[in-house]
């Protein structure tokens, strides 16, 4: 098929990487966000997907938002069979949509109905879900409310940050793009209307969203901070001071009782209280400085017995 790809972020790279490198499709344009500021210098950058696009040698469609008159012609000029999209950042309106014939493809990081929305991997990992997935399908005027042409699943890891988790389903989920559009062109696939129940909603996460609530039980706060790492970030404060934390795990049922956010450290551990056990944090990162052992860093800061995160 003719396609035109749409993407912004990192994560929509291997979906673009596979549809190049399969050679059943023909990608002809790609469209991103328009290139930001970004870094200290505040210069322009392209989008990840973007800077894919150029070393690939394909046209690059950055409109300002996607009911761009301009935008919607270039788009009848390419003539599109379909427009698969990974993470675009921008909501497509109903004459855009309807310009490729199978419509515009959405690859979305769960199994929908659940998680429709901006962060739904992030969402996912906070509510303790076990199983998560990748959803294909047709885009529609809603926010993610489109009929379902494909899914896989990915079981949720103990362990599992959302950099991690998002990281595996970008990969997997790339593969699931490219098998729906196959299936798309040789007819073999209907569209499933998603179910009215299990519905469930991710917004996107503020920086405020990501700032740990020590008094919440800690299963909880394990889950928070995994959910928001590596970005926006967890987050506490110390003396007023803003303090990321980076890693954190379960103390152990041997670890002392401490009131939440209370620190206790020795030579081999960081402990910080919550809402019921401690909880063991790994690394941190201290105003202006880059992520580091949380003991090393106690250990420089001379922190007193009673230091506390809030």
Same mark, same amino acid.
């Given at each position: 098929?003719?396609?035109?790809?749409?993407?912004?972020?990192?994560?929509?790279?291997?979906?673009?990487?596979?549809?190049?490198?399969?050679?059943?499709?023909?990608?002809?344009?790609?469209?991103?966000?328009?290139?930001?500021?970004?870094?200290?210098?505040?210069?322009?950058?392209?989008?990840?997907?973007?800077? !894919? %696009?150029?070393? /690939? +040698?394909? *046209?690059?469609?950055?409109?300002?938002?996607? $009911?761009?008159? @301009?935008?919607?012609?270039?788009?009848?000029?390419?003539?599109?069979?379909?427009?698969?999209?990974?993470?675009?950042?921008?909501?497509?309106?109903?004459?855009?949509?309807?310009?490729?014939?199978?419509?515009?493809?959405?690859?979305?990081?769960?199994?929908?109905?659940?998680?429709?929305?901006?962060?739904?991997?992030? !969402? %996912?990992?906070? /509510? +303790?879900? *076990?199983?998560?997935?990748?959803?294909?399908? $047709?885009?529609? @005027?809603?926010?993610?409310?489109?009929?379902?042409?494909?899914?896989?699943?990915?079981?949720?890891?103990?362990?599992?940050?959302?950099?991690?988790?998002?990281?595996?389903?970008?990969?997997?989920?790339?593969?699931?793009?490219?098998?729906?559009?196959?299936?798309?062109?040789?007819?073999?696939?209907?569209?499933?209307?998603?179910?009215?129940?299990?519905?469930?909603?991710?917004?996107?996460?503020?920086?405020?969203?990501?700032?740990?609530?020590?008094?919440?039980?800690?299963?909880?706060?394990?889950?928070?901070?995994?959910?928001?790492?590596?970005?926006?970030?967890?987050?506490?404060?110390?003396?007023?001071?803003?303090?990321?934390?980076?890693?954190?795990?379960?103390?152990?049922?041997?670890?002392?009782?401490?009131?939440?956010?209370?620190?206790?450290?020795?030579?081999?551990?960081?402990?910080?209280?919550?809402?019921?056990?401690?909880?063991?944090?790994?690394?941190?990162?201290?105003?202006?400085?880059?992520?580091?052992?949380?003991?090393?860093?106690?250990?420089?800061?001379?922190?007193?017995?009673?230091?506390?995160?809030?």
């Amino acid at each position: 098929m003719r396609l035109v790809f749409a993407g912004t972020p990192e994560v929509a790279v291997p979906s673009l990487n596979a549809l190049l490198t399969g050679g059943q499709h023909d990608v002809v344009a790609v469209v991103s966000r328009p290139d930001a500021r970004t870094g200290r210098g505040r210069g322009l950058s392209r989008s990840p997907v973007a800077a !894919a %696009a150029d070393a /690939a +040698g394909i *046209e690059v469609l950055t409109p300002k938002n996607a $009911r761009d008159p @301009e935008f919607a012609e270039r788009l009848r000029e390419l003539a599109p069979d379909a427009i698969p999209v990974v993470a675009y950042g921008h909501l497509v309106p109903g004459p855009v949509l309807d310009i490729p014939t199978h419509g515009w493809i959405n690859l979305h990081f769960s199994l929908l109905p659940a998680w429709r929305g901006a962060a739904p991997v992030n !969402a %996912a990992i906070e /509510a +303790g879900d *076990e199983y998560t997935g990748a959803t294909t399908f $047709r885009l529609d @005027e809603g926010m993610d409310t489109g009929p379902v042409l494909g899914t896989m699943t990915e079981a949720i890891r103990p362990r599992d940050t959302a950099g991690d988790l998002l990281g595996r389903l970008s990969e997997s989920g790339a593969g699931l793009l490219v098998a729906t559009l196959d299936a798309l062109e040789t007819g073999e696939l209907r569209a499933v209307p998603q179910p009215s129940e299990g519905v469930s909603h991710a917004g996107k996460i503020s920086v405020d969203d990501a700032r740990v609530r020590w008094a919440d039980p800690a299963l909880a706060v394990d889950r928070h901070i995994r959910s928001v790492t590596p970005a926006p970030g967890a987050w506490t404060t110390l003396g007023g001071e803003r303090v990321k934390i980076g890693s954190a795990r379960h103390a152990g049922e041997d670890a002392p009782t401490l009131a939440p956010g209370k620190i206790q450290w020795d030579k081999r551990s960081f402990l910080v209280g919550t809402g019921t056990t401690p909880l063991l944090v790994e690394s941190l990162q201290p105003p202006g400085k880059k992520m580091m052992n949380a003991v090393d860093w106690a250990r420089g800061a001379r922190l007193d017995d009673e230091a506390v995160f809030a």
